[in-house]
């Protein structure tokens, strides 16, 4: 399977704490997206980081990407109790073929 | 209009039914797709059209039947399901199959019960 592995599966935290989730991936990638799911929902699109790049920010967002351990990270910073919600990344690889990882459910707490 | 729309929000059918799930999107997006998502679980990709043709098709069982009738359109015709079967359907669209920075978006799903 080319599915991404995320972790942790869960993280609680506290309102206005960082929440940092990773995922590793197994082959070569063209861009890697991280997507948002409120429970029961579609997905929405928060940030894509092409294989050429390191980092990239997005408001109270921050995506790392190393290539060379196949792996990334979202960290949000000053988390509210609205970002509760479970986060997948995606690995997209030639043909626009997109892998979803396991997925980090996360919880923040007023 | 960046949404994409999905009817019905909830469906429950028995195993001999015979249902269709609807999706729509008007952002002049070629690539349309479903995945299947059980609970707790990442979306799974079942079927992908780009142009209106059959582009993927992820070994789908035949009692799920795509149908893309025009560039807006995607439909799932569902026939003789198991109560596996069950779960969150969801469809995404994006502007082009296979561009390296493309991203898609996804309706609300369909709830899928098969009793």
């Known amino acids: 399977s080319q599915q991404g592995e995320e972790d942790p599966q869960a993280l609680s935290i506290q309102e206005g704490e960082n929440a940092t989730m990773n995922c590793s991936y197994k082959?070569?990638?063209?861009?890697l997206q991280w997507y948002r799911q409120n429970s029961g929902r579609g997905l929405v699109h928060l940030i894509l980081i092409r294989s050429n790049e390191r980092e990239k920010h997005s408001g109270r967002l921050r995506v790392t990407l190393d290539t060379s351990k196949k792996s990334s990270s979202l960290l949000i910073t000053a988390s509210r109790a609205a970002d509760t919600a479970s986060y997948f990344c995606?690995?997209?690889?030639?043909?626009?073929?997109?892998?979803f990882g396991t997925g980090t459910s996360l919880t923040v707490i007023p | 209009d960046t949404e994409v729309t999905q009817t019905p929000k909830h469906l429950v059918m028995g195993m001999t039914n015979k249902k269709s799930l609807k999706c729509e999107q008007h952002m002049g997006h070629r690539a349309m797709y479903w995945y299947k998502q059980k609970a707790k679980k990442p979306p799974e990709l079942m079927f992908v059209?780009?142009?209106?043709?059959?582009?993927i098709n992820e070994s789908v069982p035949s009692r799920f039947s795509p149908e893309c009738p025009n560039s807006s359109l995607l439909n799932l015709h569902l026939h003789a399901l198991q109560p596996e079967d069950s779960a969150l359907y969801l469809c995404a669209s994006s502007l082009v199959q296979g561009w390296d920075t493309d991203t898609q978006y996804f309706g609300p799903g369909t709830r899928l019960t098969v009793l």
């Open positions: 059209y780009s142009y209106e043709k059959l582009s």
């Open positions: 995606a690995t997209v690889v030639t043909g626009n073929q997109f892998y």
């Open positions: 082959t070569s990638i063209n861009n």
